[in-house]
């Protein structure tokens, strides 16, 4: 079954504890993104991927850190997580990344809490 | 990057017609409306896309005028189920090398009621 798998589902941690949130897609998509989810402000995209080893930052890239060694996976990293953190975190995929938005597909969710 | 502008909650009885219309005024040329439908604690999961005029799929229809300024996602018949945030994106082409931004802001907030 083609699909976005994230983990954990859910993370509680405390704050300055290093965590990595992993993404992996199984249909072989060159572009990922991370987005994250707060009540009033949307969706907005943390990073994001062309390809292996080609990465740039979204609108909110502050406090995160992403990696693409291999094609399939997307880790997110927080090296000093903060309670304004707290979130709920989605990977993305999508076949290419034209010059048009395409259609992404979008992994479970991970939510995260920072204490 | 082309802004969006979509109303922020709707409520429509079960069975009706659901409009939702999405500003765009400065879309580039090279840019597609692209809309998603998202539920609670879930991912957003991709419903229609078009360019001009009017594109159907077996989920909703998207009517574009010709000036591209804005666009219409109609819902036929909405169920219950249809409750969830409708988000309305368009594709940022002007990025160099043609890298793919993408701004969902905050959507539409759907309410069907019974």
């Known amino acids: 079954e083609a699909q976005v798998t994230q983990n954990p589902r859910y993370l509680i941690t405390v704050t300055g504890k290093k965590l990595t949130v992993t993404c992996s897609q199984n249909?072989?998509?060159?572009?990922m993104s991370w987005y994250r989810q707060d009540p009033g402000l949307g969706l907005r995209q943390i990073y994001y991927s062309m390809n292996v080893e080609v990465t740039d930052k979204g609108d909110v890239p502050e406090g995160y850190k992403v990696s693409r060694k291999e094609k399939r996976n997307f880790p997110l990293i927080l090296e000093s997580p903060s309670p304004n953190q707290t979130s709920l975190y989605f990977c993305?995929?999508?076949?290419?990344?034209?010059?048009?938005?395409?259609?992404?597909?979008f992994g479970p969710g991970t939510r995260l809490t920072v204490l | 990057l082309a802004k969006t502008t979509q109303p922020i909650s709707m409520d429509s009885y079960e069975g009706q017609e659901v409009n939702i219309t999405c500003s765009h005024n400065n879309i580039a040329t090279n840019d597609y409306i692209t809309w998603y439908q998202q539920f609670p604690s879930q991912g957003p999961r991709f419903i229609i896309q078009?360019?001009?005029t009017k594109v159907t799929n077996e989920v909703a229809s998207l009517f574009i005028p010709a000036d591209r300024k804005s666009s219409t996602l109609s819902l036929p018949r909405v169920s219950l189920s249809d409750t969830a945030v409708y988000y309305c994106?368009?594709?940022?082409?002007?990025?160099?090398?043609?890298?793919?931004?993408?701004?969902f802001g905050i959507g539409t907030k759907l309410q069907v009621i019974p």
């Open positions: 993305a995929s999508s076949l290419f990344p034209s010059q048009v938005a395409n259609e992404q597909f």
């Open positions: 994106l368009v594709g940022d082409s002007r990025n160099s090398g043609g890298y793919q931004k993408v701004t």
């Open positions: 249909m072989n998509h060159e572009y």
């Open positions: 078009g360019y001009k």
